[in-house]
């Protein structure tokens, strides 16, 4: 499986740049490619010119951009494109960012081409030549490596799994243009409407390396939860009682049912701990607590607890930090 | 309007789930429920069927007690429980198990034709959320999955969600037959009442193998499986755990161990 390319999906925001996980993937990329060469596929309408800097600093060497009328944004589409990418790149593993997109598509390209496919992996290695994914399952409570055993594989791998860096040598990427024929049954669903989240200037939920957490305990109060996110450059996110109060949007939910995170350093602040929220942050690095009542679950997964009011303990935390920081 | 509901029993979320030397979740530990986020699918169903006339068949496959979580939703106001059940199922990934369901919505059309299948956005086992649409492609049905809003258009025969990504907020909108799954924000399940769960003892559940489903052994289960688990184990506990009660300085001691750890 070394011999043959590895293959990456090129997630990009509506003004062309790289959505920050790519960078790790081609990183793994790169390692499991070998001696083969590392491809990209590029999905949508925008231009890929603000890309390519960082994919010659990735050592990317060709780049299929798929050219169809149809809406890259519908899953059924994204499939047609990625199984063309594959056919034109010769690539027997495919990597995709975990987003909930992404594993649609990945699904279907399982059902069409017999892949093997792992979703929310946080490694890929290969052994005796076959892929094999780590994988961190049941809230975070046990690790898991599974090979798979089809002739291609499908991975789609959480943000901060790999620590991004550039190649030793850097490339002149290639950009080909790959038609894709598009089956009629792919353009059934219709995108009524699609708007764009707005940028909160913060760096993205899903792969910030630092999330601090408001929960109940913050009354509505997302200040001092906005301020320590800020010293420490990291996203803002709550648990499904602060959302669903609607003191923060709905996309800063964490959560088995909301954004899976596993930064480097989470912080929860006025959070319990409940097992459904759990499932989003447990397999994050570090873990950080802040809550007034010394029996939360949420200190049994704690590297570091404090007992105590979040009003008090957040703002003096920012404040020491910013004065370590000069 | 007919309509069709996967079901998946899994181990309860609150208890200490495990998993097995092969790698698979172990399902005999006695506290096996209805996946939680497949109630949101049986109550979009349910209410469907009640706005636009129509009837509720819920679907599972796996092993004998798996018809709990077909009971659960007959208890919730189905019309009628479908439970495949055949030992070459065991140790099926998400694509081997939307092939069996997909044999199995086949199977139910045959008697009259279904309109709307309806699953639960992710399993709370694996939570792989792959199965949604690789039923919809085995199916060869248009998907709208991830529903946080849903609305059925009979007259037009139109299926159309709101769904929320990562990035962005999407509507879409397609020809019934359809299939969608829900998020638990679509809405609140109901409770079964005691009315419910005494009519339930009285609805039929069909078994059906895989023979009857024309389903070929090898192409699902472990036979069929394209992943295989080499190892898993409980992840080792967190060490060096500290736990301070603020007298005045929690923040600051916070701050210290950040950059003592080097997460600054
Ligand atoms: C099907 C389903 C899916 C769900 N999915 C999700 C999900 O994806 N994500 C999610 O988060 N939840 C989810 N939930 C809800 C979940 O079960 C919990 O209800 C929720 O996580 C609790 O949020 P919380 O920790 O903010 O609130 P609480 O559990 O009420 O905890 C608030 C905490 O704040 C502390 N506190 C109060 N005041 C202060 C203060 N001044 N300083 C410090 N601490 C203080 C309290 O001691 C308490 O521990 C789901 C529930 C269901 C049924």
């Not at chain 2, 790698?23 to 169903?45: I, Q, S």
Request: include cysteine; proline fraction near 5%; aromatic fraction near 2%.
């Amino acid at each position: 499986m070394t011999a043959t390319p590895v293959l990456v999906l090129l997630d990009h925001a509506a003004d062309g740049t790289l959505r920050p996980p790519v960078r790790e993937l081609l990183t793994l990329a790169r390692d499991l490619a070998g001696d083969a060469e590392v491809h990209g596929v590029w999905a949508g309408g925008e231009d890929v010119a603000a890309a390519l800097p960082v994919l010659g600093a990735q050592g990317v060497t060709t780049v299929h951009r798929l050219v169809t009328d149809a809406d890259p944004h519908l899953s059924s589409v994204l499939a047609d494109g990625l199984q063309a990418a594959l056919g034109a790149s010769g690539a027997s593993l495919l990597l995709l960012v975990s987003s909930f997109e992404n594993k649609e598509a990945a699904a279907r390209l399982a059902v069409r081409t017999g892949a093997g496919v792992v979703t929310d992996a946080d490694g890929v290695t290969l052994q005796e030549g076959q892929v094999v994914a780590h994988k961190t399952v049941l809230a975070g409570t046990w690790t898991t490596r599974c090979a798979v055993t089809a002739p291609s594989a499908v991975v789609t791998v959480k943000a901060n799994s790999v620590a991004a860096q550039d190649a030793a040598v850097p490339s002149d990427p290639r950009v080909v243009d790959l038609p894709v024929a598009v089956a009629p049954s792919s353009t059934r669903v219709r995108v009524v409407e699609r708007t764009e989240h707005a940028a909160s200037g913060r760096p993205d939920l899903g792969s910030a390396h630092v999330v601090v957490v408001g929960g109940r305990g913050t009354e509505g109060d997302f200040a001092p939860v906005e301020e320590l996110a800020d010293v420490l450059g990291g996203a803002v996110g709550a648990t499904r009682v602060a959302t669903d109060e609607g003191w923060i949007g709905h996309d800063a939910q964490i959560g088995q049912t909301g954004v899976t995170v596993s930064p480097r350093l989470y912080i929860g602040a006025g959070v319990s701990g409940a097992v459904h929220h759990r499932g989003g942050m447990q397999a994050s690095g570090t873990i950080v607590a802040v809550n007034s009542d010394p029996d939360a679950p949420i200190f049994e997964i704690a590297d570091f607890g404090v007992v105590g009011d979040l009003f008090t303990v957040l703002p003096q935390a920012a404040a020491e930090l910013r004065r370590l920081q000069g | 309007m007919r309509i069709v509901v996967c079901v998946k029993f899994v181990p309860d979320i609150q208890s200490d789930r495990q998993l097995g030397p092969d790698g698979r979740v172990v399902r005999d530990g006695g506290d096996g429920t209805l996946n939680e986020l497949d109630e949101n699918a049986v109550e979009a169903a349910l209410a469907l069927a009640e706005e636009h006339d129509g009837e509720v068949v819920v679907l599972t496959v796996g092993p004998d007690d798996a018809v709990d979580a077909v009971r659960k939703g007959l208890q919730m106001g189905a019309d009628e429980a479908v439970h495949v059940l055949d030992d070459d199922v065991a140790g099926s990934d998400a694509i081997g198990t939307a092939r069996v369901l997909a044999a199995a919505v086949r199977h139910l059309s045959a008697d009259a034709p279904v309109d709307l299948v309806v699953t639960g956005m992710a399993g709370l086992d694996g939570l792989t959320s792959l199965l949604p649409t690789a039923l919809a492609e085995e199916l060869d049905l248009p998907a709208l999955p991830l529903a946080s809003s849903l609305t059925v258009d009979p007259d037009a025969r139109t299926a159309t969600v709101t769904r929320r990504l990562d990035h962005a907020t999407e509507t879409l909108t397609a020809d019934l037959p359809a299939l969608v799954s829900v998020t638990d924000g679509l809405n609140e399940p109901r409770y079964p009442n005691f009315k419910g769960i005494m009519a339930a003892r009285k609805k039929p559940v069909t078994t059906l193998t895989l023979a009857e489903l024309g389903v070929d052994p090898s192409t699902v289960g472990a036979a069929g499986a394209r992943t295989r688990v080499l190892e898993a184990a409980p992840r080792p506990p967190r060490e060096d755990r500290v736990l301070v009660t603020d007298t005045g300085d929690a923040g600051t001691r916070l701050a210290a161990w950040l950059v003592e750890r080097k997460l600054v």
